[in-house]
């Protein structure tokens, strides 16, 4: 017998967790006599449909009549259906045993006893579904036998077990007549002497038809049940049980949709039933109307139960329409999105359930609008909120609800006034549709877009909330500093912010931003952000506000009076806004008259969406007809498959999904694996590795070694068997900023720094703890960094508050902002105050406002601190020296001069390098020095703070003690500098560069289509430039933890990065997102590169032991692998052929893995042992190479490799990293001397003279990489002891 499977591993499930019929218990239905108070009615409270009035027979108890629950095909049917396929069992969670009585042998016609068939029998419940409190959540308002037909119903339910899963219902109500011969009973019919009471005989007794799941389908389910009610109205009473299981069983059979734009589609007759996907994998499902809240209540509303929901409020909302309360709670979380309600919540209470609102914690509660004043009176504490009229109530007088954000909230008022909210007006234009389907789906498409824009809009709404929060974030110690935060938000804001930074919400928010999770809100912060927030990351020095917005703060006096007005505002609802008509209690009428243009409300364009049509499910359900259903959903998958583009790689993934799934089903685990392996280098996103880990963990022996012998499987079972049991859990606290209460050594000082938001170079703060601690012992005690803290946000706040005259605006550039002001002084140009930016020194003058420009600090030709006789009185004064003024520039700053005299020294010495060195970061660093010094300043306030201070004339120390120039060649080359690790503790070495041209593809947005600098940092950390401007495109983000190798631009939309983790990571230039990983090789990936213009969809790839491999761009199949001995460190492709640098030889081989030739190290080299390093190839038929420990680079002509080579001598090279050929140069990075000392040098070698052209002093560290911008530019790359890169001119 072969061996079995291990039985632990559990089943996907389908769409269906649960399928239930509920209704009025047998005995109910006798006599008046022996009708039965319900259970919760006990204590005297009527129900809902008492307290209406209407023509109803007294309430009855409901309770479950039959339970349905997936699998449906029994275990000796699979057994029967196929001996080969993995006995997979779900596995039982929490198993409910209902008792069946039999019938009583009594003749005649009436009620029946009991259901016929078996004694008992065992169902499957799941979690979080409790059968005791079901019959009250499908009968809310209770259940009652009516005199005549009532129409149908239905509505909505969120279930919630112990540890906070959520599953989701949808209960159908439905009436069938009280026949006084039969009625049905768990499928069965009976017949007694008739019971039936005068007022019951003839009545209509409702039922209700409960489907659970794990997906929030509420408009697919809805659609689904109410084509089974047809059914059950029509069939017989014995036939209802079949009925419900059939249909239970096609929903158990429906898999559940891969998030994507692929939704899927089911017959369910006569409607085709939608389900949608959820958008990505952190996103919800979304499958009910957004804006069903938008007609309930007034935009000033809906913002007023956002904050309740923000500020986790006990909130109970009330209606009429049992539906509506699910659907409108479910829209209000989903614009809550990416944040989350954690805390309870039920949206529909029944009358039993009421003394929930009592519950002291935040909850998120729905009742009957009957229950209103009952409710209202027996709780305080509460928002009540009733969606019949749209109003919100307190319970009590002393609540306090704060307002949104004003700003934010007028523009969310205004774009939703934007908003088209009825299909009815966008329907006039189109004829009357002739199918119902095909209407069905005009509505559906409307509400996609519909949805899509209101989920923008409150999405931009969160982000403009919350936007700032990063700003006051410290990644690296994770740590929030909420007292900075609320100071800069508007007074009139600060009671929003305070409540809301309490939350359990807003506490997951955070621990979202420090792991710099890429959900929606950081997506949406990156698209929206300004072009100054975009670039801020390039630069150290504290944030203070530019001429540009100092300018729309001045003629914004609109801005600047609700801001005062705010202060005194209690309620958002007084807020000056378009007045909106009266509206009625289900609709509210737009008045276009009033409503703002349409640039207010948000164009977007929903993503395009698809959809895979579910086979037909035949009957009876036993296990041929489910085995002939998963083949054909393999078959139309395969088939969906064969016709797609090759780069479709988003549908292919979903397909291969899906079919995993089926396959998996199926029991064939090789087959799904296969699949998922695929879906592993499709989509990473929707890989599902949970469920691949526990199917490699039950596959059996012989599954085992039948995997091991493909290829494809073998890597994919190695990686999850080889797992450690349980990963370290990462680290996700949040730590709010503190003071410190103890002395700091050196490393806490510059923790507590980093953490307080002061600066985050640790040199720069090293710098600060040598000022700080001149002539004491090396340790700064808490009442300093107290001092040092207070000081340095009293200069932040005076710098908000600098107001500068129109003509001073209107003459500064944009981006320049004044960093330090002085007092009032007299000086040699007028009386006024000294104002320093980062450019430039300027008076503004008193008496009329104006300013005189002294000068720039390009331009400052000397700096003294002197004093000057006034009266009796030698006054300390500063004196500029300008280069093209023969005027003397003084200012008599009297006790301010020596601080000053320090400050215009650093920053001139800033600029000095900064031009010399064609990088700005000189002078953002000085920015920060000279603000520091501002700071220690007023912190020691003793006769030796000025020598304290000049501890960080860092910049003016380097101009004295060495030379400023660089060589002359070198500073003719250099064009710019740019720094990766802005923002970074510490510098960072670059270890790959790859440059990629604008406008790869008609899909790239216009503002993205520009050439872009990729820039690989160490432990996988990638950024974006955009190479256009040399600013920052795309911040920091990771494919994977180790060093990256090497990178290459493949098909124009596809950057492919090798890894020392023997990965290669694909990145889709358009979305910056890394979704497929392609792990076939077995050591670290050293080389990549595109096949020839012949075979451009081909990618050849090598690793350190000596792997080639040969890729399909579109499948990302291998398609050939051969092994050379030796460690492969580079490839490249010429002439056809593969040239591969493996250390002792270079070997030419062709593209199926023929040796050519090969040229060997040691036929070269005897005199002592060394390795190639690296290798480029010219057209005029040359291989230039280098070697360890040689300072030569190697020629040998291609036609014969066994002729000695030519040598080119590199002068003071002592290290060579990298070569590169651009035009008919060779470029060549390392490491030499310049000025006696050690640094990256780059040699500049004609290719056709074969001899050194130039040599640039490139970096500080040694140069490390080297890439071509399109022949017109170089780019390299240094160590992390400096960690830039440098461009230069290419002649």
């Not at 898999?255 to 958008?279: D, E, T």
């Not at 600047?560 to 509210?588: F, G, W, Y």
């Not at 709010?736 to 600066?759: A, C, T, W, Y």
């Not at 392609?1078 to 451009?1096: I, K």
Request: with cysteine; glycine share 6%; proline share 6%.
């Amino acid at each position: 017998m072969a061996e079995a499977a291990p039985q632990h591993l559990a089943l996907p499930s389908g769409l269906l967790e649960l399928c239930a019929l509920l209704g009025a218990p047998r005995d109910s239905l006798r006599g008046p006599d022996q009708v039965r108070t319900p259970r919760g009615n006990r204590g005297g409270r009527r129900s809902v449909a008492q307290k209406r009035g209407g023509t109803h027979l007294p309430s009855l108890d409901p309770e479950v009549l039959s339970v349905f629950v997936p699998p449906f095909v029994s275990k000796e049917d699979s057994q029967t259906a196929g001996a080969n396929c993995v006995a997979l069992t779900k596995t039982k969670r929490r198993s409910f045993r209902k008792k069946r009585e039999k019938p009583r042998a009594e003749p005649g016609n009436g009620l029946p006893e009991g259901p016929r068939g078996p004694d008992s029998e065992d169902v499957c419940i799941p979690n979080g579904v409790d059968l005791l409190a079901l019959p009250q959540l499908c009968f809310p308002g209770g259940l009652c036998v009516a005199s005549e037909p009532k129409e149908d119903g239905v509505h909505f339910l969120v279930l919630t077990d112990v540890c906070g899963t959520r599953t989701y219902g949808v209960v159908a109500q439905f009436y069938r007549p009280l026949h006084g011969e039969h009625c049905f009973y768990n499928g069965q019919a009976h017949w007694e002497p008739s019971r039936l009471s005068g007022s019951m005989a003839g009545g209509f007794v409702p039922y209700a038809v409960c489907v659970v799941s794990r997906f929030p389908y509420y408009n697919a389910f809805r659609d689904c049940l109410s084509c089974l009610l047809t059914h059950l109205k029509s069939c017989k009473d014995f036939e209802v049980d079949n009925h419900i299981k059939d249909f239970a069983a096609k929903l158990s059979l429906i898999p559940s949709p891969p998030p994507g734009p692929l939704h899927l589609v089911y017959n369910m007759k006569p409607l085709q039933v939608v389900f949608p996907s959820r958008a990505d994998p952190e996103s919800p499902v979304i499958d009910l109307d957004l804006h069903l809240p938008l007609l309930c209540f007034r935009p000033e509303k809906t913002l007023q139960i956002l904050t309740c929901l923000l500020t986790e409020q006990r909130i109970v909302f009330f209606s009429s329409n049992w539906a509506l309360l699910t659907l409108v709670t479910e829209c209000f979380l989903a614009y809550l999105h990416p944040l989350q309600w954690k805390h309870t919540f039920v949206p529909i209470l029944s009358g039993q359930m009421l003394d929930f609102v009592m519950a002291p914690t935040s909850f998120l509660m729905g009742c009957h609008l009957d229950h209103y004043e009952e409710v209202s009176k027996e709780a305080d504490g509460l928002i009540l909120i009733n969606i019949d009229n749209g109003s919100i109530t307190y319970s009590s007088d002393n609540m306090d609800v704060p307002d949104v954000p004003l700003l934010a909230a007028q523009t969310f008022i205004q774009r939703v006034q934007g908003l088209q909210l009825h299909h009815e007006l966008d329907r006039t234009r189109l004829p009357a549709s002739t199918d119902l389907n095909d209407g069905r789906a005009c509505r559906r498409a409307w509400q996609q877009r519909l949805n899509a824009q209101i989920q923008q809009l409150t999405l931009h709404l969160l982000v403009s909330i919350f936007r700032e929060v990063k700003n006051h974030l410290n990644y690296e110690h994770r740590v929030f500093n909420s007292e900075e935060f609320l100071n800069t938000r508007a007074p009139g804001d600060q009671q929003f912010y305070k409540q809301v930074l309490e939350t359990y919400m807003f506490h997951a928010f955070l621990k979202a931003r420090l792991n710099r999770s890429m959900d929606a809100f950081a997506q949406m912060d990156l698209n929206t952000q300004s072009e100054e927030d975009r670039t801020s990351g390039l630069f150290l020095s504290p944030k203070r506000p530019t001429i540009e917005k100092m300018a729309s703060r001045k003629t914004s006096s609109q801005h600047a009076a609700r801001r005062r007005m705010v202060v005194s505002m209690p309620n958002l609802q007084d807020v000056a806004v378009p007045e909106l008509p009266p509206r009625n209690s289900s609709l509210r009428k737009m008045d276009t008259a009033d409503r703002p243009s349409g640039s207010t409300a948000l164009n977007v364009t929903p993503q395009a969406t698809y959809t895979f049509k579910i086979p037909e499910i035949h009957f009876p359900l036993v296990a041929q007809c489910v085995q002939a259903y998963y083949n054909d959903c393999v078959n139309l998958l395969s088939k969906a498959m064969n016709c797609l583009a090759p780069d479709n790689s988003v549908l292919l993934a979903r397909y291969l999904y899906l079919r995993g799934l089926v396959h998996l089903m199926q029991g064939q685990l090789l087959g799904a694996l296969l699949d998922f392996q695929s879906l592993y280098k499709t989509d990473l996103r929707i890989f599902p590795a949970d469920l691949v880990k526990r199917m490699v963990e039950s596959m059996s022996g012989p599954e085992c070694a039948q995997a091991e012998q493909t290829p494809e499987l073998r890597r994919l079972i190695s990686e999850f068997l080889d797992q450690p049991g349980e990963a370290p859990k990462a680290d996700d606290h949040v730590k709010n900023f503190e003071l410190p209460r103890k002395h700091m050594q050196l490393e806490d000082f510059v923790q507590r720094v980093q953490e307080s938001g002061i600066v985050k170079d640790a040199s720069i703060i090293s710098r600060l703890f040598e000022a700080l601690t001149v002539g004491h012992q090396k340790l700064i005690d808490p009442e300093t960094f107290k001092e040092l803290y207070t000081c340095w946000k009293k200069i932040e706040a005076e710098a908000q508050e600098v107001s500068l005259p129109a003509a001073v605006m209107e003459h500064l550039d944009k981006n320049e902002c004044v960093y330090k002001l002085s007092r009032s002084v007299k000086t040699s140009r007028g009386v006024g105050k000294l104002a320093m930016t980062q450019k430039r020194l300027l008076l503004l003058t008193e008496g009329t406002p104006g300013y005189v420009d002294i000068s720039t600090f390009r331009n400052i030709e000397e700096v003294r601190s002197t004093t000057a006789a006034i009266l009796f009185l030698r006054v300390p004064t500063l004196k500029i020296k300008m280069v093209s003024k023969k005027e003397v520039f003084e200012a008599n700053l009297k006790t301010e001069c020596d601080l000053w005299h320090l400050m215009v020294k650093e920053m001139w010495a800033g600029k000095k390098l900064a031009d010399v060195h064609k990088d700005p970061q000189y002078i953002q660093q000085a920015l920060t020095h000279v603000l520091l010094m501002d700071a220690v300043v007023s912190t020691l306030q003793t006769p030796g703070a000025i020598y304290a201070a000049s501890k960080l004339s860092y910049f003016d120390k380097m101009k004295n003690e060495m030379p400023m120039a660089v060589p002359k060649t070198t500073a003719e080359t250099l064009k710019h500098k740019i720094n990766p690790s802005a923002g970074e503790t510490f510098p960072q070495a670059v270890d790959v560069l790859l440059y990629t041209p604008g406008h790869l593809d008609p899909a790239e947005k216009v503002g993205d289509a520009h050439p872009k600098l990729w820039c690989a940092l160490s432990e996988g950390k990638v950024i974006v430039f955009d190479a256009s401007s040399w600013t920052i495109h795309q911040h920091c983000f990771r494919v994977g933890t180790s060093r990256l190798n090497c990178m290459a631009m493949v098909e124009q939309n596809q950057v492919w990065v090798g890894s020392e983790d023997s990965v290669i990571y694909i990145i889709n230039i358009h979305s910056m997102s890394c979704n497929k990983q392609l792990s076939d090789h077995r050591t670290s990936v050293t080389g990549l590169v595109q096949g020839s213009t012949l075979a451009p969809s081909q990618v050849y790839s090598c690793s350190l032991d000596g792997t080639v491999l040969a890729w399909n761009v579109s499948s990302l199949q291998v398609t050939r692998r051969f092994q050379l001995s030796g460690g492969l460190s580079s490839i490249r492709l010429h002439g056809g052929c593969l040239w591969c640098c493996t250390g002792n030889s270079i070997t030419v081989v062709t593209t199926n893995g023929s040796l050519c030739q090969e040229l060997q190290i040691k036929e070269n080299f005897q005199e002592h042992s060394t390795s190639f390093l690296g290798f480029q190839l010219v057209p005029e038929e040359q291989l230039w190479a280098a070697c360890a420990g040689y300072d030569d680079i190697y020629i040998w002509g291609l036609r014969d490799l066994a002729r000695p080579p030519h040598r080119i001598h590199l002068p003071d090279c002592s290290k060579v990293n990298c070569m590169l050929r651009v035009k008919k140069q060779i470029w060549v990075g390392g490491t030499g001397l310049s000025q006696g000392k050690s640094k990256g040098k780059i040699y500049v070698i004609s290719a056709e003279r074969k001899e050194v052209e130039k040599e640039l002093v490139a970096h500080t560290d040694t140069v490390k990489t080297l890439c071509s911008a399109e022949d017109r530019y170089v780019l390299s790359g240094s160590g992390r002891e400096e960690g830039k890169i440098a461009i230069w001119n290419v002649e």
